[in-house]
């Protein structure tokens, strides 16, 4: 988790690069990276705050948030 609040401090940094460079396509597409990743992130610390497991299983399709239907399913049987 710790990575990954980097990571979106890094994009961000990214973001602002390229809004100076006036490179739009650039700044929108890290933009979206950025808004993907704090989802993923603030669903993550939810599920943990909930005590929760959400287990990283490989396979399957991803979904927006980052993690497959399948993985959701498993972890939130209720949201199906």
């Known amino acids: ?5 980097v990571e979106v ?3 961000q940094e990214r ?4 809004k100076q460079a006036k490179d739009t396509e650039a700044a929108v597409n890290l933009g979206i990276s950025t808004k993907r990743l704090l ?3 603030d669903e993550a610390e ?5 005590g929760e497991p959400c287990p990283a ?3 399957g399709k ?3 948030s980052g ?8 972890c939130h049987p209720e949201r199906r």
């Open 39 to 41: 989802s993923a992130l």
């Open 15 to 18: 973001v602002d690069v390229a």
């Open 62 to 64: 991803l979904s927006r």
């Open 9 to 11: 401090t890094r994009l």
């Open 57 to 59: 299983r490989p396979g």
């Open 1 to 5: 988790m710790n990575m990954a609040r």
């Open 46 to 50: 939810k599920a943990l705050a909930d």
């Open 67 to 74: 993690f497959s239907l399948r993985q959701r399913q498993r």
